[in-house]
């Protein structure tokens, strides 16, 4: 079973930055692509960004794009989200996940692709 463990999250003032951890405490994270989903009360999960098995490709939801940076230590087992320019509509738990991928360059941006999940950081953005 892969263990997938978020952390990271807190409160933030807007305009402030978080950075978001992933860690996947397997031997080869560079076997899984993973992405970074947020849930706000009520909804449905949707997708914020993903990265392909060595960072190779990087994709973004439009309204983090310029804000929110994902990048990967696969040799520390951990992936990242940078979040800058907080506002408050970011307020939401932050999910990671991550599917093991034979394809290079390839991320998904749909959550039912993702088998491995853990279990959110909450991030608050205080207008």
């Known amino acids: 079973q892969v263990q997938v463990t978020e952390s990271g999250g807190g409160l933030v003032q807007s305009g402030g930055s978080l950075r978001l951890s992933c860690t996947v405490p397997i031997v080869r994270l560079d076997e899984y692509a993973v992405g970074w989903f947020r849930q706000y009360p009520g909804k449905e999960r949707e997708w914020v960004s993903c990265i392909s098995r060595f960072g190779e490709r990087t994709s973004y939801t439009d309204s983090v794009k310029d804000r929110f940076t994902i990048f990967r230590e696969n040799v520390k087992g951990t992936v990242y989200l940078q979040m800058n320019l907080l506002q408050a509509d970011d307020t939401a738990l932050y999910y990671c996940?991550?599917?093991?991928?034979?394809?290079?360059?390839?991320?998904?941006?749909?959550?039912?692709?993702?088998?491995?999940w853990g279990q959110g950081t909450q991030v608050t953005v205080s207008s």
């Open positions: 996940a991550a599917m093991r991928e034979g394809r290079m360059r390839y991320c998904s941006d749909s959550p039912e692709n993702y088998p491995y």
